[in-house]
């Protein structure tokens, strides 16, 4: 029997090539799988840089004063810039460009250093004025929605056996300083809470609630 199935016949050469086109064909798709990655990445990627996924509050107080910080100012300006902030544009506008008469060769870095150091008392006096108008604000909201609590709750409510917290044993003994009178011994939650009421506790804001 003289079958050629058993024959080689350029078998190997065939093979060969397969392979080689097969190898180029997977190359190739490698390449295009490589390039889909990265546009799925460049597409994942936030517009804009952030420090974090979710930035908390803090996490912009601190790029934030970062920049202030790469600037030279320092936490004594604080106050000062938050009061530059409430002026109004012409205002500002005007002692920008006296500034800019002093410091003509200056950045605006330099020009808003230059108004805070020439006017620090007034700004920084606005800067406290606006940051205890914005507590006043948070303080409001809180007393009216603890009023709004079921009295059962306020004045009975488990709570009252707790320990008394942190920012009440603060406010107790800043009134004290204030009143000029002796801090009290270990107080619950309770009664601390009706302590400071009695006392006219918070101070801070006595003559606007």
Same mark, same amino acid.
């Given at each position: 029997?003289?079958?050629?199935?058993?024959?080689?016949?350029?078998?190997?050469?065939?093979?060969?090539?397969?392979?080689? /086109?097969?190898?180029?064909? #997977? *190359?190739? %798709?490698?390449?295009?799988? @490589?390039?889909?990655? =990265?546009? &799925?990445? $460049?597409? +994942?990627?936030?517009?804009?840089?952030?420090?974090?996924?979710?930035?908390?509050?803090?996490?912009?107080?601190?790029?934030?004063?970062?920049?202030?910080?790469?600037?030279?100012?320092?936490? /004594?300006?604080?106050?000062? #810039? *938050?009061? %530059?902030?409430?002026?109004? @544009?012409?205002?500002? =506008?005007? &002692?920008? $460009?006296? +500034?800019?008469?002093?410091?003509?060769?200056?950045?605006?870095?330099?020009?808003?250093?230059?108004?805070?150091?020439?006017?620090?008392?007034?700004?920084?006096?606005?800067?406290?004025?606006?940051?205890?108008?914005?507590? #006043? *604000?948070?303080?409001?909201?809180?007393? @009216?929605?603890?009023? =709004?609590?079921?009295?059962?709750?306020?004045?009975?409510?488990?709570?009252?056996?707790?320990?008394?917290?942190?920012?009440?044993?603060?406010?107790?003994?800043?009134?004290?300083?204030?009143?000029?009178?002796?801090?009290?011994?270990?107080?619950?939650?309770?009664? *601390?809470?009706?302590?400071?009421?009695?006392?006219?506790?918070?101070?801070?804001?006595?003559?606007?609630?």
């Amino acid at each position: 029997m003289n079958s050629q199935i058993y024959e080689n016949d350029g078998d190997d050469e065939f093979v060969e090539k397969l392979w080689q /086109s097969t190898g180029r064909i #997977l *190359a190739s %798709l490698k390449r295009q799988e @490589a390039k889909l990655a =990265a546009r &799925r990445r $460049s597409l +994942a990627e936030p517009t804009h840089k952030l420090v974090v996924a979710t930035p908390t509050s803090m996490h912009h107080k601190i790029t934030l004063g970062a920049v202030l910080v790469g600037e030279a100012f320092q936490a /004594s300006d604080a106050d000062a #810039l *938050a009061g %530059l902030l409430t002026i109004d @544009a012409a205002d500002f =506008a005007e &002692r920008f $460009s006296e +500034a800019l008469e002093q410091k003509s060769n200056g950045r605006v870095s330099d020009m808003i250093a230059h108004i805070i150091d020439t006017d620090a008392r007034e700004l920084s006096a606005r800067g406290l004025f606006v940051e205890w108008q914005r507590r #006043l *604000a948070l303080y409001r909201q809180d007393c @009216a929605e603890w009023f =709004a609590r079921d009295d059962e709750l306020r004045h009975l409510g488990e709570w009252r056996n707790a320990e008394m917290t942190a920012d009440q044993r603060w406010l107790m003994r800043v009134t004290c300083r204030v009143l000029n009178r002796g801090l009290p011994g270990h107080l619950s939650r309770g009664e *601390a809470a009706d302590w400071l009421e009695a006392n006219g506790a918070n101070l801070n804001y006595r003559d606007f609630t």
